[in-house]
């Protein structure tokens, strides 16, 4: 399942260039183009769902995957031990601006409570 104008879509199909840092056959991570935190990698996958609450009714174990290969970003980005943040916007009253799920995945700094 893809959108024709879906910006992660078009990242997953290779028709636009990112800094891919992780992939598995239902999974895609790449830096953030705008990062909020020394390391800030979005986990998305490769099948469109527009947001969190799409991804978990919509396939069994794919939410899973989504988890685990940010928890590998994490080990492979250095932050796993220290700690990362791991974030889903859903909707744009909560800062989601791209309509394909994706988590973010920020560490290498203190990250401060409550967010935003």
């Known amino acids: ?19 891919i840092v992780h992939e598995t056959d239902r999974t895609l991570a790449f830096r953030d183009v705008n990062p909020q935190a020394p390391t800030h990698v979005l986990v998305v996958p490769k099948e469109h769902y527009p ?9 069994h174990g794919l939410a899973d995957d989504v988890i685990k290969a940010a928890h590998a970003v994490a080990e492979q ?12 916007n859903t909707g744009a009253e909560a800062g989601q601006t791209v309509f ?14 409550p967010p935003g």
């Open 1 to 19: 399942m893809s959108e024709a104008d879906c910006l992660f879509c078009k990242i997953v199909a290779g028709e636009i260039p990112a800094k």
């Open 51 to 59: 947001d969190a609450a799409a991804l978990a009714a919509a396939d």
């Open 77 to 88: 980005e250095g932050v796993a031990a220290s700690g990362y943040r791991l974030v889903f």
């Open 100 to 113: 394909h799920v994706h988590g973010h995945v920020l560490g290498g700094r203190g990250l401060t409570w």
